[in-house]
């Protein structure tokens, strides 16, 4: 069987790593799977990258220049929403006409348009559709927060200028969508229960086949390794207790950097000696920017792009923290499971679902820095630590293993082609 993974890139976020895992995984269970991109990164051979040109970009501006004019010329908010007014025809590349599924990942901002998805679905090829955030089940946003109004249809949009109108852009790509949805069935896959039940409840997938699968993660690269070796390549030191955050952007809002600030300034006034003894190790983009808002050491390790030296850096702490406020099932907490390392994060979208709660780590009440700060006190203090990281590792591996998840996607593939993979 041949399934082409089609996602805007092949590096760069959460969702083009977990589509790039799923077909190592896919290749690794006997089938031929290709990805296609925007953005190709690598040599990779199985990879394949989209012609850019001038006019690629100039889609990209215009996309952007739409949302801008509905926003009232504001420039908040301005990458929360997609149109998809936008992409490339991929349906004549050989890569989609040799395939006998299409499984569609993230496809925004200039990959895929609404026009593209209709020649997609009116090809009569297969389709599935992984689902990263909200954007498939609502008008326009990837993160529909508390509003609910995607369960009859977008309007009022809260990410619009002055709360939107009763006719407003998220509206009219609303209605788009739901004449696209009706052209041919599409499988639609949740990363976790959570975005299910959401997507269940959207006006724009009634009647849709929707399910939950995790992402896949390489349980035999990502595992637990000795610390203090980790720490020597890592250039850490082996005398303190650490802990972790990392993200793409560290500075970016929905991460919830600020959660972190407080609740170490909170575990410092509580524990003093923890000055000399803590350290807080960051990477992804801006990550010296921590330097001086932690009153504990900070280790900045900047953008880590490698995934050996991930495996490094996961091996090298004590504690994954993530005070992210959006969240689907992030690949970090997956990664850092793996690694046997407990985390403490918010009680927020599938992060529950990852972290069992006193059992491999601490969820902590939603933006309470607070709790989370009380999760990191637990952790770092817990006599069974060992145990803690034990079950952590052990989560990880049985329910996120690439054959785990290939298995399901196989399944699948399996039941919309009529074929065995």
Same mark, same amino acid.
């Given at each position: 069987?041949?399934?082409?993974?089609?996602?805007?890139?092949?590096?760069?976020?959460?969702?083009?790593?977990?589509?790039?895992?799923?077909?190592?995984?896919?290749?690794?269970?006997?089938?031929?799977?290709?990805?296609?991109?925007?953005?190709?990164?690598?040599?990779?051979?199985?990879?394949?990258?989209?012609?850019?040109?001038?006019?690629?970009?100039?889609?990209?501006?215009?996309?952007?220049?739409?949302?801008?004019?509905?926003?009232?010329?504001?420039?908040?908010?301005?990458?929360?929403?997609?149109?998809?007014?936008?992409?490339?025809?991929?349906?004549?590349?050989?890569?989609?006409?040799?395939?006998?599924?299409?499984?569609?990942?993230?496809?925004?901002?200039?990959?895929?348009?609404?026009?593209?998805?209709?020649?997609?679905?009116?090809?009569?090829?297969?389709?599935?559709?992984?689902?990263?955030?909200?954007?498939?089940?609502?008008?326009?946003?990837?993160?529909?927060?508390?509003?609910?109004?995607?369960?009859?249809?977008?309007?009022?949009?809260?990410?619009?200028?002055?709360?939107?109108?009763?006719?407003?852009?998220?509206?009219?790509?609303?209605?788009?969508?739901?004449?696209?949805?009706?052209?041919?069935?599409?499988?639609?896959?949740?990363?976790?229960?959570?975005?299910?039940?959401?997507?269940?409840?959207?006006?724009?997938?009634?009647?849709?086949?929707?399910?939950?699968?995790?992402?896949?993660?390489?349980?035999?690269?990502?595992?637990?390794?000795?610390?203090?070796?980790?720490?020597?390549?890592?250039?850490?030191?082996?005398?303190?207790?650490?802990?972790?955050?990392?993200?793409?952007?560290?500075?970016?809002?929905?991460?919830?950097?600020?959660?972190?600030?407080?609740?170490?300034?909170?575990?410092?006034?509580?524990?003093?000696?923890?000055?000399?003894?803590?350290?807080?190790?960051?990477?992804?983009?801006?990550?010296?920017?921590?330097?001086?808002?932690?009153?504990?050491?900070?280790?900045?390790? !900047? &953008? #880590?792009?490698?995934? $050996? =030296?991930?495996? /490094?850096?996961? +091996?090298?702490?004590?504690?994954?923290? %993530?005070?992210?406020?959006?969240?689907?099932?992030?690949?970090?907490?997956?990664?850092?499971?793996?690694?046997?390392?407990?985390?403490?994060?918010?009680?927020?979208?599938?992060?529950?679902?990852?972290?069992?709660?006193?059992?491999? !780590? &601490? #969820?902590?009440?939603? $933006? =309470?820095?607070? /709790?989370?700060? +009380?999760?990191?006190?637990?952790?770092? %203090?817990?006599?069974?630590?060992?145990?803690?990281?034990?079950?952590?590792?052990?989560?990880?591996?049985?329910?996120?293993?690439?054959?785990?998840?290939?298995?399901?996607?196989?399944?699948?593939?399996?039941?919309?082609?009529?074929?065995?993979?």
């Amino acid at each position: 069987m041949r399934v082409v993974i089609i996602n805007t890139s092949e590096q760069t976020g959460g969702a083009a790593i977990a589509a790039g895992r799923l077909m190592e995984s896919l290749k690794n269970n006997g089938i031929k799977a290709k990805m296609l991109v925007r953005d190709k990164q690598t040599d990779c051979i199985t990879v394949v990258g989209l012609r850019r040109n001038w006019l690629q970009v100039l889609k990209f501006v215009w996309e952007r220049v739409v949302i801008w004019k509905a926003n009232h010329f504001k420039k908040h908010q301005l990458f929360a929403v997609d149109i998809a007014n936008t992409g490339t025809d991929i349906t004549q590349l050989p890569e989609f006409q040799q395939a006998d599924v299409a499984h569609l990942h993230w496809v925004n901002q200039g990959m895929l348009s609404l026009k593209n998805l209709r020649k997609i679905l009116e090809s009569g090829k297969p389709v599935v559709w992984t689902m990263h955030d909200m954007w498939p089940c609502t008008g326009i946003c990837h993160h529909a927060v508390d509003c609910t109004r995607y369960e009859q249809e977008c309007h009022h949009c809260p990410y619009l200028y002055g709360g939107g109108s009763k006719k407003d852009l998220s509206t009219r790509v609303f209605r788009k969508k739901k004449a696209l949805y009706r052209i041919a069935p599409i499988t639609f896959v949740a990363c976790s229960h959570w975005l299910e039940e959401r997507a269940k409840r959207s006006a724009l997938l009634e009647g849709e086949t929707v399910v939950s699968i995790p992402n896949p993660i390489n349980t035999n690269l990502f595992r637990p390794r000795d610390k203090q070796e980790a720490r020597r390549k890592c250039q850490l030191p082996a005398d303190r207790k650490l802990l972790l955050f990392g993200s793409f952007k560290v500075t970016d809002e929905r991460k919830g950097v600020k959660y972190l600030v407080e609740s170490c300034r909170l575990l410092a006034e509580k524990y003093p000696e923890w000055k000399e003894s803590l350290g807080v190790v960051v990477f992804g983009n801006q990550s010296g920017q921590l330097q001086d808002m932690l009153p504990f050491k900070v280790y900045s390790l !900047g &953008y #880590v792009k490698d995934e $050996r =030296s991930l495996v /490094d850096v996961y +091996n090298a702490v004590d504690l994954f923290v %993530t005070p992210s406020l959006q969240e689907n099932l992030p690949n970090m907490i997956m990664e850092a499971m793996a690694c046997g390392v407990p985390c403490v994060g918010f009680n927020v979208g599938g992060i529950p679902e990852m972290i069992d709660h006193l059992h491999n !780590g &601490y #969820v902590a009440r939603f $933006r =309470s820095a607070e /709790d989370f700060a +009380n999760g990191i006190q637990w952790i770092l %203090t817990e006599p069974e630590y060992d145990e803690l990281s034990e079950q952590a590792c052990r989560k990880a591996v049985s329910c996120y293993s690439e054959s785990a998840v290939a298995k399901k996607y196989m399944d699948i593939y399996n039941k919309i082609t009529g074929k065995n993979a």
